[in-house]
């Protein structure tokens, strides 16, 4: 028995629409406010222009706080860092009302494939993503916290970095005596403890200049001890390292100075103790 085209086609609809109505699934979801006048993030309004949230953002945002952005929702421009949402306003953002939303099979695996697709456009060690590193990592990589590390870009982007080494003074041990001379060529100031040359003794001078070198020679290796707390200062430089170690060493030092707490506090008695070991 031939069937007529006419129902066949009428029984294929009803089976396409029959399949469209089962692959629809509703859920509640928390979403933000949905205007073009009012802000998604603070809820005030936007006096100048309003902002775009961008589809990276509203998939990011559903992923932390599971707060559906629509589409067209706006935000205030002070609620954006070079385009995206900034940290701050993700984390004061909250739901606005609860709604009941429809979706098909192809919107479910759409939803599924979001975090995918963050994993794959993601890079670990990129910083100027706030939101890519948490706090404890930026600690782990560069042993400061995310608040200190932005600190020090702010001081680095603000101001003409020079190293004035003019008239420093270096204290080093006598293994650095073959290297006085390019010290000094470089306008340092170099300090180490006396050799004997065959004598038997020193002279009641160099004995007192080789005790306040000494005096000093602890703070220096406790300093080498945190300088090694950075994994490149740790483990033995390369040969290859060589020519930018002063610029490493440089960038360590100005990050302890910085960030870490005096090895030593200066006491009132200080000055008096320094001075009574220079007139011995």
């Known amino acids: 028995m031939e069937m007529n085209p006419v129902n066949e086609r009428t029984a294929s609809n009803q089976v396409v629409r029959t399949i469209e109505k089962e692959e629809l699934i509703t859920l509640h979801m928390n979403c933000a406010i949905a205007s073009h006048k009012i802000c998604c993030v603070c809820r005030s309004d936007i006096e100048e222009s309003s902002r775009i949230i961008s589809s990276e953002d509203r998939d990011l945002v559903f992923l932390k706080k599971n707060i559906l952005i629509p589409e ?3 935000c ?7 385009g995206r949402l900034a940290l701050a306003a993700i984390n004061i953002l909250s739901p606005f009302t609860i709604q009941y ?17 963050l994993f794959q456009k993601q890079k670990r060690l990129y910083f100027d993503d706030p939101l890519l590193l948490s706090d404890d990592e930026y600690r782990a990589l560069i042993t400061l916290s995310k608040d200190q590390f932005n600190d020090l870009i702010s001081y680095i982007l603000k101001y003409d970095i020079s190293y004035e080494i003019q008239d420093d003074v270096v204290v080093v041990d006598r293994g650095f005596h073959d ?3 390019t010290m000094e060529g470089f306008g340092l100031n170099v300090t180490l403890p006396p050799f004997l040359n065959d004598r038997r003794q020193f002279t009641t001078d160099e004995a007192n200049e080789s005790r306040c070198v000494t005096k000093i020679r602890w703070v220096v290796e406790a300093v080498n001890a945190r300088l090694k707390q950075f994994k490149f200062f740790s483990n033995t430089v390369q040969n290859l390292s060589i020519p930018h170690l002063e610029e490493y060493l440089s960038i360590v030092c100005s990050i302890i100075n910085r960030y870490r707490t005096p090895i030593k506090t200066s006491a ?13």
């Open 179 to 181: 290297s006085i001379n």
């Open 76 to 82: 205030c421009p002070d609620h954006m860092i070079d």
């Open 101 to 117: 939303k429809q979706f098909s099979s192809g919107d479910v695996q759409l939803l599924l494939s979001i975090p995918q697709q």
């Open 72 to 74: 067209e929702a706006r």
């Open 268 to 280: 009132l008695e200080d000055i008096e103790i320094a001075e009574k070991m220079l007139s011995l």
